[in-house]
């Protein structure tokens, strides 16, 4: 059932507003509405948030994922030590990964011209020698303007290379220059194994923060608290003198709301909901119904405050189509068995394990209803007993009990308009 309301307002002094929302957090009676909003302290929150969330996933990503690491537990001011050590880490494995890109693409474009010591052309240039780099294609080297000054070299993959001596070619020409690089390709080797290197070592250490992915949850947690708190903060209204929130909180729950604000010594006001008010929804499930709730989560199903709750007909229904559409015992006793085995791991029936029970159980009673096991004919045929728990008219195997297998599939079809319409 969808638990009604109460409407609620609680006044404090101003200077006491902070501290009555740490209380309301604590006993956890009042669902205060928010919107979002900016301020500098959200901003804030949020950054860091992101930056510890980001550097978690960092750290986890780096794990093995078959062996689990024993965790440790960190004090706030130990954390904020791994968190710097651990962001400072990642900024590091950031510029490798940037040099080794870097590197990597300039020893590509130099495998074709080979090695050589860009040192060399710098001390020509300064010796009154300036070289300029190119590839070209044979008919464009061959239109060349006699007056243009050049070197030919040896070819770069399809096309020829030349180096021109004093100017570079006019911009009309059809030809790739060569933007000579800080090292040689010897030199961007080398660079390279030492970015690979380093960035290995970078990740072995990132590694090691496995040991504190519990850590980084537990301070995830606290800040979504903090940001939540802020939000909530963010809508206190009032004077110099006086602060005040709205919220909602479960109408049973309206005497222990009561009480304890009397205790903290709060000025407060209930009333009823409104029309216009869009309260929360709370869903209380009956007694035994309560195993749909992990269906609706996966589908996200919340019924509106002032909608009907159809969790008791949906188990319902949800149960006798699972049942027809997998339609076979056998498959249910399957089921049956995974819900036993995962109550004697579990050693507690959670409402998942009961849902698997209820819908095994009906599947197995629809498989007996229509006589099958495990889609096999000859079980039915061996088995007596179970052609005596077996509705003829449903049944898959009609003939085994005089009847047609149109007749049959009529009355499924019947029974299945039936189920529609109700």
């Not at 006491?16 to 509405?33: Q, T």
């Not at 710097?84 to 494995?93: A, I, N, Q, V």
């Not at 819900?339 to 095994?360: C, D, E, F, P, Q």
Request: proline share 3%.
């Amino acid at each position: 059932m969808i638990v009604p309301m109460k409407k609620a307002y609680v006044v404090v002094q101003q200077h006491n507003s902070r501290s009555m929302l740490r209380d309301l957090r604590k006993a956890g009676l009042l669902h205060i509405v928010t919107e979002t909003v900016q301020n500098e302290q959200l901003e804030r929150l949020a950054k860091e948030y992101d930056r510890v969330s980001q550097t978690r996933s960092a750290i986890a990503d780096l794990q093995d994922k078959k062996q689990k690491r024993e965790q440790q537990s960190l004090s706030d001011e130990a954390f904020a030590e791994v968190l710097e050590r651990y962001t400072g880490l990642l900024d590091s494995r950031k510029e490798h990964e940037q040099s080794l890109v870097h590197y990597k693409s300039q020893a590509e474009v130099l495998r074709g011209w080979g090695d050589f010591n860009p040192e060399d052309l710098r001390l020509l240039r300064q010796n009154g020698i300036e070289l300029f780099f190119y590839t070209i294609g044979k008919k464009d080297l061959a239109k060349l303007d006699a007056s243009v000054s050049y070197i030919q070299l040896a070819p770069v993959g399809s096309m020829e290379a030349i180096a021109t001596v004093g100017a570079p070619l006019s911009a009309e020409i059809s030809a790739s220059q060569l933007h000579i690089p800080e090292f040689g390709l010897h030199a961007l080797l080398e660079r390279i194994k030492q970015a690979e290197a380093s960035l290995s070592a970078n990740e072995n250490s990132l590694r090691q923060g496995g040991a504190y992915l519990d850590a980084f949850s537990h301070q995830m947690k606290k800040m979504e608290m903090a940001m939540r708190f802020e939000q909530v903060g963010a809508h206190l209204e009032g004077g110099e003198d006086l602060a005040w929130i709205e919220g909602y909180l479960p109408e049973p729950k309206s005497e222990a709301f009561i009480a304890y604000a009397q205790a903290h010594s709060w000025a407060y006001l209930l009333e009823s909901v409104g029309e216009e008010d869009n309260p929360p929804t709370l869903v209380e499930y009956r007694k035994g119904f309560g195993i749909i709730k992990p269906v609706f989560d996966i589908l996200g199903t919340v019924p509106g405050y002032r909608e009907n709750d159809i969790s008791t007909w949906f188990l319902l229904f949800f149960t006798l189509f699972f049942a027809m559409i997998i339609g076979d015992a056998g498959y249910g006793l399957v089921f049956l068995l995974t819900a036993l085995g995962l109550h004697a791991k579990a050693k507690k029936a959670n409402t998942m394990v009961m849902l698997i029970y209820v819908l095994s159980i009906a599947t197995i009673v629809w498989g007996s209803l229509t006589g099958t096991w495990f889609g096999s004919k000859q079980i039915l045929l061996s088995l007596p007993f179970l052609q005596s728990l077996v509705i003829p008219s449903i049944s898959n195997y009609p003939e085994l009990f005089g009847l047609t297998a149109v007749e049959s599939q009529n009355q499924v079809m019947e029974l299945c308009f039936i189920i529609g319409t109700v």
